[in-house]
């Protein structure tokens, strides 16, 4: 008996291990994160862009620092990522170029551009693209923090982001880097009062004002992480003998039910006190 053989079968077989790579292969494509964003550039009638490397001409100190700063990693490379440098903040720079600095950039964060001039510049302009316009185009998550009910007043036009970031040149927090005392400083140059030295100093100091505080916007008042005394707990360890509640060694079973931590009149003085080891006044 002579055996014919099963090409419907063979061709299945061949279907199904082709559509099982494929579905390995979405399978891990639909796994794989990627952290990459799509920057729309803007545009201007009658200005081109010209790239980064024109503006070493005359902004060469920002230019020379520029490699140091957070922003430069961001710098896509080869031929396409000529318009990509400092153009991407600021716009198309041809008609800035060519008058030799006379015409500010579409985009220079500065009210009062000139209307009119031998370059081509627009008679009607739009309004100057301001600071916080341009960050939000990758910072969308900090956009909406600046829309919860308690932020600093950057929307409000009484801050703008170059406060407390610097763009141009290393850490984008200014002050920043592994020297988180440093990174109070920024903080504290608005805040003094809640400068030390402090007899009895509130250790979560050293680990920077955003333990406890969220810089763009909370819910919460004095934007803090928390509105109560969990706030607290993410450091102090809570404990249930059965019997009471001790809160770093001490009895804190009726406290609790008077309010926070520091508006229970125990520890009134967070940051640090001078006279009181438990942080109050």
């Known amino acids: 008996m002579i055996k014919r053989p099963n090409i419907l079968g063979n061709m299945r077989g061949k279907s199904l291990s082709a559509a099982c790579v494929v579905a390995a292969l ?5 796994c794989t994160t990627v952290y990459r964003s799509a920057v729309v550039l803007p545009s201007y009638p009658g200005a081109s862009y010209i790239g980064a490397d024109q503006c070493d001409l005359c902004h060469d100190e920002i230019c020379r620092n520029f490699p140091t700063a957070d922003h430069a990693r961001l710098m896509a490379k080869g031929n396409n990522a000529l318009n990509a440098g ?4 600021h716009g ?4 800035h170029s060519d008058s ?5 950039p579409p985009y220079a964060f500065t009210p009062g551009r ?7 510049a627009r008679v009607i302009d739009d309004p100057p693209r301001t600071e ?17 009910p308690i932020h600093h007043p950057v929307p409000e036009g009484r801050m703008t982001c170059t406060d407390c970031h610097d763009p141009h040149k290393g850490s984008i927090f200014k002050g920043g880097g592994t020297d988180l005392l440093s990174q109070n400083d920024m903080c504290l140059k608005c805040h003094p009062a809640e400068r030390g030295p402090y007899v009895f100093e509130h250790q979560a100091l050293r680990e920077g ?3 406890c505080h969220n810089p763009h916007g909370s819910i919460n008042a004095k934007l803090l992480l928390d509105r109560d005394s969990n706030l607290c707990l993410r450091c102090h360890f809570e404990q249930y003998t059965g019997t009471a509640i001790l809160i770093g060694g001490a009895d804190h079973t009726r406290r609790l039910a008077e309010g926070t931590c520091w508006t229970a009149g125990c520890h009134e003085a967070i940051h640090g006190s001078r006279v009181n080891p438990y942080l109050g006044f």
Do not use: K, M, N, W
Not at 100 to 104: A, L
Not at 138 to 148: D, I, K, Q, S, T
């Open 209 to 211: 004002c955003t333990t």
């Open 92 to 95: 198309p720079c041809s008609v």
């Open 132 to 148: 916080e316009t341009v960050c939000y185009q990758c910072h969308g998550e900090v956009r909406a923090e600046f829309e919860l």
């Open 26 to 30: 979405l399978a891990l494509a639909s």
């Open 100 to 104: 030799g600095g006379d015409t500010p």
């Open 114 to 120: 000139q209307s009119q001039d031998s370059y081509g």
């Open 86 to 89: 400092c153009e991407s903040c």
